[in-house]
């Protein structure tokens, strides 16, 4: 497909430890536009970071092993290319925003020695220049006084400045796509905020893609246009964000997105998810969720395994769940909103639903 | 409204089970050649407040502002440098050690990190026998007793006695904690973001099974987090502090609905919210929390809020005042209306 900037297809990835291999993820698949921006939501061990650190080559092998699957940018396979093809686009045309600022900076450098060394490593510019550049950007991040901090050091800022210094290096040299893990976990939520509105600008301002991690339902629902739900080393569902929490259709989803305490509405007893989530080194062979899941259906649910399909034709939603397998059935054995409960029943009588 | 807000100004020694009053904590900065003490970092800047028994007074404020050291103060893991901590009605700022460790059989703490706060080289067994061997005097037999009846009361089960620490997820290890705080029988427990490193769906079992504890043993939690979602379910007053000082105290549902301090709004308004459908009318601070260790003058929030009145806002502290009755609010919008 040419109208997306980045597509994973059944991407595997192993690792060989010692205790034997962690099958870490099972065949995701994923794209993102051209201008938009993908929100990936998962728990710890789901297989987020993994995802990401593979399409930027930071995956380190052995003990990493990608088995199978492409990761294709603008039409270029990043898993058959050269280091040095590699390079050239990453950190150039791809760059990434990590979860620490602390760790993902030098200590030891000035910050404005690490906000010009991809522009020095990827255009032919001048370091005067580069500085001039950099001074922008920094401002453009909502750092005043960007002239005197290119010259001091991580340790001297507050943990919001740094994250924004870190976002300054990613975008520095004008990216097509930038991926950023967790970018607002370690920071409070006054910062965040300042961090999630800074992001969402810049996002506007350079047309650029983003494929944004969070544990943090509330978090995503603010940037992305669309949301992809991964456990246990798989996409179970992908669909607008509005129709992520509108019209949930994998249990993992609604279970998920129940689970977390909200503002708006008062309840004694949280839902919970019962039992814990499968061991990656020896995964079930049908559907992951399947022990835990409240619509389990029967033998299929631990045999087979689900494959993500979309639930019409030329529609964003997909999921990856039996429930959805049988036309007839195709709409989801809880309450959704008005409206889109008719959209669904509508879908499951057109026939030939899926591709 | 609750008592304990009607008595958090002016704190009286029978309110509730747990009060302060004008509690600081500072931490000494030490530099130059000498190394001679050259400022203060104040942590805790003055707090009074009081939980009633068996109620959940709630905690909350961005990192840096003092709350854990205000639980671990309370605590007496730090000793207070001024005010008074007034436990079960006795004052126990600077009760000795011996006094101390009796005390502590009705206070126990449970802390943000379980990796970190578990001995990794004890049992599960050994890990919550230890504070029922130092505090009481139990036998062995009724220390057994106990141990099988919690592990059982945390969702654990006896073939877990034996394992170390790390052969657990976080949820687990955080229910060990739970578990080894509860073992002799305390009235307080001080919870310090005990769900904080935990996924959510792990984070909504632990507060399930907090609040049945609660129901069980008729606890008194000192509840402290920086997530207002979190604080919002399991609490019933919410405490909100700023570096080192309180902003506002109310019960949970008055804080919620019609928050008075601007930077309770601003808080509040900086949560993301999947449901919200737009987020026009977001309130964006700026800039960081200052330092403690030179706080803004006059009001601590006034280099940052959206509601600045004026010069008086830079030169006078305000007063916790009570805008209406059984709320208090340290800030000038209405410091006029009493």
């Not at chain 1, 291999?21 to 998962?42: K, P, Q, R």
């Not at chain 2, 904690?177 to 002799?184: E, K, T, W």
């Given at each position: 497909m040419t109208d997306n900037i980045l597509t994973v297809e059944d991407l595997k990835v192993d690792f060989h430890t010692e205790e034997g291999?962690?099958?870490?993820?099972?065949?995701?698949?994923?794209?993102?536009?051209?201008?938009?921006?993908?929100?990936?939501?998962?728990?710890?061990?789901c297989g987020k970071s993994v995802t990401v650190l593979s399409v930027m080559g930071l995956l380190q092998s052995p003990p990493a092993d990608i088995v199978d699957g492409t990761i294709e940018y603008k039409g270029t396979d990043l898993l058959s290319i050269s280091d040095t093809e590699l390079n050239e686009i990453r950190g150039d045309q791809i760059s990434m925003v990590y979860q620490d600022p602390m760790t993902s900076l030098n200590p030891v450098l000035t910050i404005g020695h690490q906000v010009m060394e991809p522009l020095l490593r990827h255009t032919n510019m001048s370091k005067a220049a580069a500085r001039q550049k950099g001074i922008d950007m920094l401002e453009s991040c909502g750092l005043a006084d960007a002239d005197r901090l290119m010259d001091e050091y991580p340790h001297e800022l507050s943990g919001g400045m740094r994250q924004r210094v870190v976002i300054a290096m990613a975008l520095v040299t004008e990216p097509d796509l930038l991926i950023a893990d967790e970018p607002t976990t370690a920071l409070d939520v006054t910062i965040q905020a300042q961090i999630m509105e800074l992001l969402k600008s810049l996002q506007e301002e350079f047309g650029m893609s983003v494929v944004f991690i969070s544990h943090d339902l509330g978090v995503i629902s603010e940037i992305s246009d669309r949301i992809a739900v991964m456990y246990a080393g798989r996409v179970v569902e992908s669909a607008t964000m509005r129709n992520i929490f509108t019209n949930p259709l994998h249990p993992y989803t609604r279970k998920l997105s129940e689970s977390i305490p909200s503002l708006d509405s008062t309840v004694d007893r949280l839902p919970t998810i019962e039992g814990q989530v499968p061991s990656l080194y020896n995964p079930p062979t049908g559907c992951r969720f399947a022990s835990r899941c409240p619509e389990h259906l029967g033998e299929e649910c631990e045999m087979v395994d689900p494959r993500l399909k979309r639930i019409e034709e030329n529609a964003a939603h997909k999921v990856a769940c039996h429930l959805y397998t049988d036309v007839s059935e195709a709409s989801p054995p809880w309450d959704v909103e008005e409206g889109d409960a008719q959209a669904v029943t509508n879908k499951a009588t057109q026939g030939d639903k899926y591709e | 409204m609750s008592e304990s807000i009607q008595s958090t100004y002016g704190v009286a020694q029978d309110d509730g089970l747990l009060a302060t009053k004008d509690l600081k904590k500072y931490f000494p900065v030490k530099g130059g050649i000498l190394n001679r003490k050259v400022g203060d970092v104040k942590a805790v800047d003055g707090v009074s407040l009081a939980i009633e028994e068996g109620k959940t007074l709630g905690l909350v404020g961005e990192s840096g502002c003092g709350k854990s050291t205000l639980g671990k103060t309370i605590m007496r893991l730090h000793d207070p440098t001024d005010g008074n901590i007034y436990f079960d009605g006795e004052d126990i700022s600077d009760a000795g050690k011996s006094r101390m460790r009796k005390i502590r059989r009705n206070m126990q703490i449970i802390f943000q990190d379980p990796a970190s706060s578990l001995n990794p080289r004890m049992s599960v067994a050994e890990l919550i026998q230890e504070p029922m061997k130092t505090l009481t005097d139990w036998s062995k037999e009724e220390r057994r007793d106990r141990t099988l009846e919690l592990i059982s009361e945390v969702g654990l089960q006896e073939g877990h006695l034996q394992r170390a620490p790390h052969e657990f997820s976080g949820g687990q290890q955080q229910r060990?904690?739970?578990?080894?705080?509860?073992?002799?029988?305390?009235k307080l427990i001080v919870a310090d973001e005990p769900t904080s490193a935990l996924d959510v769906s792990v984070q909504a079992k632990i507060l399930n099974l907090l609040s049945d504890l609660q129901d069980t043993y008729d606890l008194t939690f000192l509840f402290i987090s920086h997530d207002l979602s979190v604080i919002k379910h399991i609490c019933d007053d919410v405490a909100v502090m700023y570096l080192g000082k309180l902003a506002e105290v109310a019960s949970t549902e008055e804080i919620f609905d019609d928050p008075k301090h601007p930077y309770t709004k601003a808080l509040m308004s900086a949560v993301p919210d999947a449901s919200a459908e737009s987020m026009t009318d977001r309130i964006l601070l700026e800039g960081d929390v200052p330092s403690p260790e030179n706080p803004p003058s006059g009001c601590r929030f006034h280099t940052r809020c959206q509601e600045y009145i004026g010069e008086i806002c830079e030169t006078d502290e305000p007063q916790f005042t009570e805008p209406s009755a059984g709320r208090y609010c340290s800030c000038h919008h209405y410091s006029g209306s009493t």
């Open positions: 291999t962690v099958h870490a993820l099972d065949g995701i698949s994923f794209e993102v536009g051209y201008d938009e921006v993908l929100g990936v939501i998962g728990e710890s061990g | 060990v904690a739970i578990a080894r705080a509860l073992s002799v029988n305390p």
